[in-house]
């Protein structure tokens, strides 16, 4: 990683010495919320343009003794940062703020923290097909951790609460309550410019898509670029409204550049922070050079954030459209973190999109339900969205361990990728145990449902090894270690 | 009204003498129910082919004396079902099938009764402007009777039942036991034929007109007629889809079939039970000569039956879509007899366009919210919509009359028609309290939101009356009359 040409490399920029105390987390504050107020300080001044791009920070050791914080507290921050694309930095030279964000935008910014939730568009509705007996396709998460009595007793308080008026046709663009509750919890756990002026209530990430492809053909656009690999799912939804997609490849850093440009696309559907279905959180570099593209062609870019809620083993990424909300349009939904059933969903968008997306929205269904987007509102508000994904975290780490250890005991040498977030992982399992077309058949005669890396883009290696897609958020740990003993049983394993 | 050429001008039909008494309504129920009973037969008759086309029916003396009931009973039904379309006679010449109905079909079929429910989509929702002091805007209903107890109730009991797999992706065509239940509730309430499978729950008319209207238009249509007057909300949603609308000229009948043949459009919107905005139930004819339009040239027709659930001096006209469900889409929702905020409506759809109407569905939004669907459900099945229905009628039907009378006792000579149905009127104001533009300028100053007829469509008289679209529903008896007198008052009446 290196400064940027429009960085006077490592000199410090022409805003000059920044106030560091303002960035003082709370005094008095337990070590972990400082540090993520630093965080967010640090994020915020960088998008208001307070810290310009060139800027070079003090140290970590400098930093921490002004602010009189642990040294590791800043560290963490920079790193953070420069995972999101706000900092960039070499050992030796110090860190610098980076070209990648959008500097000097209006609206409210804050934090890191926790993931969004999404819904990755109808991907893999799981199918209860009476021969299955063990089901790891991916995109549905358990079902049975949908909080009924919170779910209930929201409901009570909203019809006893909500005044007459608000049963009439809604505001397309969603309940203002249910706009400022999701742009607040948005900025906090995903690290997202959220303001509520732009954020748009849907019914999931399926209709973002929808929406937003409607209202770019509509401006002439044709094709669509998405991941390969990637959902099939997104390219689906954009053939509706007239786009064709143009599959475009990932690297182990995200979506390369050459090929991007090459294409001619000027609109991408990507999933930053946990590629579906690879795994990879694309790197800084290819986060900043995927908004670079965009903002030279003036481009869009649609960020799939279907999965941002669960992180396991490392703080999360801040979503890509913090560093630009001008250029991505930032979708997520309910449907991972309480129930796809219930189909509420948010997209942010860019000022220059919102009102087509808004009327697109109002012909496509005048709005989503109002007593839903008021229940949704007060959950959230009120602390049982954040307890809701607490407890999801908790429940989907222990899976994925079980489904890790029993992978290594039962197909041993298989590789596991992709496992620090989200509700699936990749299992490359050695060619020994196949080819791929005998354990699929295999597999399948046994009972477990599974799905081949292949369907979801255009690769086909000829190594033998047998690539896997695997959902495990929606089983037991003694149903994930069951699935796995028999795959290992009808394999020969 | 005489018998098609197709009939053999009274002569018993090709199908032989019918068993009359299989019409027999079952004996010991009450009156009211044995004639309802006897419309059902009669319709399902004709409908299933049993009863063909030129068939001559008994004459109401001997048919109510084979059946043993009241001969006032067999003249409801008959003229009930002459109303439909599916009967044609001429006074001393008897009664025969019509050519109305396409004969033949599968499909389930039953009843007449109440009204179905319907959205206008956003027609007019009631702005709170602060100067505003009577809002008489047409298009929403009186938000304070939503049944919020009962809804409440019915929410309880879906989260305590509902098995945990119902959360995950829904079907896009809708929850099995809400189609279910609304297939049952239509058939005996609006005399559609209505068939589960090809029931699709969606989020109101306004979302069935774009889903028809992208359909239509990929199959090729790019125009689709309107009635004018009528909603511009349809050419909105249409234009949506890239359909350019048409205004087709209505009579005191409905369609006229010359502009309509002239017109080259290949698919039309109408409300044929209470025409909006003009109030006008379209005659039997026309509704037989919409239909025979629409299968020579393979023509589809949309139903908006955006107030059938509501009729106060006589009773309802059976949907359109009885006589011919493979050219008419019916839809409707529950904006008018709950709430819009809830956004849960449905449509019937013809086999030929099914698939690409649930498609087009799912690709829109995977299908409405599940908990909301099967609260719906739930409110059917156990008798909560039809006491709401019930409880509405009651009170529309009181603001109505406080409206007359008001209208009659402030603006006298003012004709008021279309009040037989709906939740609105057409006032002809005398041109003494006129011209038309300074009777609104008057109005709106003194607090009174009015909408002029001309905003519905392309005609200008020049007669100087006053021509206003009073929308009541939402006023309590008191407010209406404060309106009048307002509005009297502003005029100088």
Redesign the interface.
């Known amino acids: 990683m290196t400064p940027s040409g429009t960085t006077s490399g490592g000199v410090p920029g022409p805003a000059g010495q920044p106030a560091w105390e303002l960035l003082l987390p709370a005094a008095g504050a337990p070590a972990r919320r400082r540090g993520r107020a630093l965080q967010e300080a640090l994020r915020e001044a960088v998008r208001s343009g307070r810290l310009a791009a060139g800027t070079r920070l003090p140290s970590t050791r400098e930093l921490a003794a002004d602010l009189g914080v642990s040294r590791g507290l800043v560290t963490e921050a920079y790193e953070q940062l420069t995972a999101e694309g706000y900092l960039r930095g070499e050992r030796g030279a110090g860190t610098w703020v980076g070209g990648a964000v959008r500097a000097g935008r209006v609206g409210a910014a804050t934090g890191t923290g926790g993931a969004a939730a999404a819904g990755p568009?109808?991907r893999d509705?799981?199918a209860?097909a009476p021969d299955v007996r063990v089901d790891f396709r991916p995109?549905?998460p358990d079902?049975?951790l949908?909080p009924?009595s919170a779910?209930?007793a929201a409901?009570?308080s909203v019809?006893?609460r909500l005044p007459?008026?608000?049963?009439?046709?809604?505001d397309p663009r969603g309940l203002p309550e249910l706009r400022g509750a999701l742009a607040g919890m948005l900025a906090r756990r995903r690290g997202v410019v959220a303001d509520p002026e732009r954020l748009v209530v849907?019914?999931?990430v399926?209709?973002a898509s929808?929406l937003l492809g409607f209202v770019l053909r509509a401006r002439g656009l044709r094709t669509v670029g998405v991941e390969d690999p990637g959902s099939p799912e997104h390219g689906?939804?954009f053939a509706?409204t007239g786009m064709e997609t143009v599959w475009l490849p990932l690297d182990g850093e995200g979506l390369r550049p050459e090929p991007l440009a090459a294409s001619g696309v000027r609109a991408v559907v990507v999933t930053p922070s946990h590629q579906f279905p690879s795994g990879i959180g694309w790197s800084a570099e290819r986060r900043a050079a995927l908004l670079d593209w965009a903002r030279t062609i003036g481009g869009y870019v649609l960020e799939d954030d279907y999965d941002g809620d669960f992180r396991y083993d490392r703080a999360p990424v801040g979503a890509l459209q913090g560093l630009d909300p001008e250029r991505v349009v930032y979708a997520g939904s309910v449907?991972k973190s309480l129930?796809?059933?219930?189909?509420?969903g948010w997209m942010l968008v860019p000022e220059a999109l919102l009102d087509e997306v808004v009327?697109?929205k109002?012909?496509?269904?005048?709005?989503?339900?109002?007593?839903?987007q008021a229940v949704l509102a007060e959950f959230v508000t009120r602390g049982g969205y954040d307890r809701q994904l607490r407890h999801c975290q908790r429940a989907y780490r222990e899976r994925r361990d079980a489904l890790l250890a029993a992978l290594a005991a039962r197909l041993p040498g298989t590789e596991v990728s992709g496992i620090a977030a989200g509700l699936h992982v990749i299992a490359r399992v050695p060619a020994r145990f196949g080819p791929p077309e005998r354990f699929l058949a295999r597999a399948a005669e046994a009972g477990v449902a599974l799905r081949s890396l292949e369907e979801y883009g255009t690769a086909r290696p000829s190594d033998g090894d047998v690539r896997l897609v695997i959902g495990y958020a929606h089983l037991s740990p003694s149903a994930v270690a069951e699935g796995v003993g028999l795959l290992a049983g009808a394999v020969g394993a």
Chains 1, 2 share one sequence.
């Open positions: 568009g109808g509705a799981v209860g995109g549905t079902l049975s949908f009924r779910w209930a409901q009570r019809l006893a007459h008026r608000a049963l009439g046709y809604p849907c019914s999931g399926a209709q929808t689906r939804l509706s449907s129930a796809p059933g219930l189909r509420l009327e697109r109002r012909t496509m269904d005048l709005g989503n339900p109002v007593l839903d």
